[in-house]
């Protein structure tokens, strides 16, 4: 016997050495494990680029709060040599509605606001289309795209002069075609209105609030809620789209009062420090109970089972929930013009990927899932052969559905140019002008950039020339009253809902639609 020891002291310093032993053992293996898993990740990021014809992207990799790997590839803009790094600034999109989440449950943990709370008991003022979707309508479900109103984009695209508060107020004009709570239907809009609740219980802006609550106690000093200031740093990312079969650079879009719904812009350091409180207590900015509600379940999604290693079931509180490979998953991606972000997490293992690019691709999921692969020991799946395969046959599928709009043949226009022209209003969605140019119509609606291409008859073509060479359009028809005269117009925006109608505004000094713009 060692002198001053007992044997119980013995066998504790044994068991002491064991577990330093293995917990040494553990941390070098796991040091092992995580160079072959970056080294593995970095091939395949580089091959992922030229496949995908990415510019450039940046990736974050946290595991148990550790940061596994974080670096840029590729370029900040192509032609260039300038690469991305973790610093790097992108737009991240519809992520930024996890960050709208969160901010609501912090005003729930201030005890300020419920989430089954209605939202006209919180927005003064505040009306559906009808008067019991008004009283039924909570915090909830506008976080959970359960309202019953499908998108209605163009309430705000191509408007940035209307405020929060005013999409808001506009919500009243917009038809639903579910009831509450009956289906998942995506809505920036709705998360718009989160945005505004949020400003009319704090007191502050959005801006200000998500600030002051998320993004500065987690240390995300380089994020920010406003294209403009993205410019004005000195290490941002530029957004591309294929145009004319090249990818080229295009502009920044300006939409800050859609900000709620899609409007932080961040860097992989920043948004591992985000992930990490989703996947850690929270710490001081988020209690467990707000982040366990952002995580849960809260309206079944239609269930894409294309490959049976993974699915979406469900969408939560700023956040989409599912499996993958038999784990819990929690993602939300985000996409604005020239930029797709892929944030995703598996919470009972700890580990959180973040993928920044440049440009549109399903290149992000790809890269997310072969990180997870690597980290959990798992044999890779070609996700980015599958993904392409389905990439291009959406792509074909797109391009023959266009091929095959119903046309009547040698069905010219019912009326001369001028019997069309004038300005067309609806209460929520605003005015769409028509004017004679030559033998043309020239559509303008707020910003966009628009055109109209004549089908057959009183029936055209609103063709949307800003996003990407999707070539994009709406069906416009003329309608005509018992006089014979145009008295409004109707655009098919979205398949699922009837066609807006545009009223037709008369002309000054007349008791009749007119002909032409006065």
């Known amino acids: 016997m060692v002198s001053g020891l007992t044997e ?25 494990q995580y ?108 976080l959970s795209h359960r309202t019953g109103i499908p998108r209605h984009e163009f309430v705000w695209l ?8 005013d999409l808001v107020r506009r919500l009243r004009y917009l038809p639903a075609n579910k009831d509450i709570r009956e289906a998942f239907q995506y809505s920036n809009l709705g998360y718009i209105a989160a945005g505004h609740l949020i400003e009319v219980v704090s007191g502050s802006t959005w801006e200000e609030f998500v600030s002051r609550r998320l993004l500065k106690p987690l240390g995300m000093d ?49 948004m591992l420090s985000y992930l990490a409180a989703h996947l850690g207590p929270g710490g001081d900015v988020l209690s467990p109970e707000t982040l366990a509600q952002l995580h849960a379940p809260q309206i079944v999604v239609a269930e894409d089972r294309s490959f049976p290693e993974t699915s979406r079931f469900a969408y939560g509180l700023g956040w989409v929930v599912g499996q993958y490979r038999g784990h819990r998953i929690v993602e939300h991606n985000g996409g604005v013009d020239g930029f797709l972000t892929d944030c995703m997490m598996l919470p009972e293992d700890g580990i959180g990927v973040i993928v920044l690019t440049n440009f549109w691709s399903m290149m992000g999921a790809a890269v997310c899932y072969r990180a997870f692969d690597e980290l959990l020991g798992l044999e890779p799946v070609d996700w980015s052969g599958r993904f392409k395969e389905r990439f291009d046959a959406m792509q074909a599928a797109a391009d023959q559905a266009r091929a095959e709009r119903p046309r009547v043949e040698d069905a010219p226009m019912l009326r001369p140019p001028d019997a069309y022209a004038g300005s067309y209003d609806h209460p929520g969605y605003g005015t769409v002008s028509i004017a004679v140019e030559g033998d043309r119509l020239v559509p303008a609606f707020g910003t966009l950039g628009l055109a109209l291409e004549h089908r057959h008859f009183d029936v055209f073509d609103l063709k949307l020339l800003e996003l990407a060479e999707q070539q994009i359009s709406f069906p416009l028809t003329f309608m005509t009253g018992p006089g014979g005269d145009v008295v409004a117009l109707t655009v098919a925006f979205e398949d699922d809902v009837d066609p807006i109608r545009f009223e037709r505004r008369p002309d000054v000094g007349s008791s009749r639609p007119g002909a032409g713009i006065t």
């Open 222 to 270: 380089r994020s920010n809620t406003s294209v403009a200031e993205t410019q004005r740093e000195d290490d941002f990312s530029l957004p591309h789209e294929r145009r004319a079969g090249a990818i080229v650079r295009i502009p920044f879009r300006e939409f800050d009062q859609v900000g709620p719904a899609g409007g932080i812009n961040s860097c992989v350091d920043d």
């Open 35 to 142: 160079r072959r898993a970056v080294d593995s990740l970095e091939r395949f990021i580089d091959s992922e680029l030229a496949l995908w014809e990415v510019p450039g992207c940046a990736v974050g990799v946290v595991r148990g709060g550790e940061v596994v790997f974080r670096a840029g590839f590729g370029t900040k803009e192509r032609g260039t040599v300038a690469g991305p790094g973790p610093r790097t600034i992108f737009p991240i999109g519809s992520t930024t509605k996890s960050f709208t989440a969160a901010a609501v449950g912090a005003l729930v943990d201030d005890g300020l606001v419920s989430w089954d709370a209605p939202v006209r008991d919180v927005i003064p003022g505040f009306a559906m289309h009808d008067p019991v979707a008004t009283e039924r309508v909570t915090v909830r479900d506008l």
């Open 158 to 165: 191509g408007h940035p002069d209307r405020s929060r508060a």
């Open 8 to 32: 119980p002291g013995i066998r504790r310093m044994a068991q002491i050495a064991a577990q330093a032993l293995a917990s040494v053992t553990t941390a070098v293996h796991r040091t092992r």
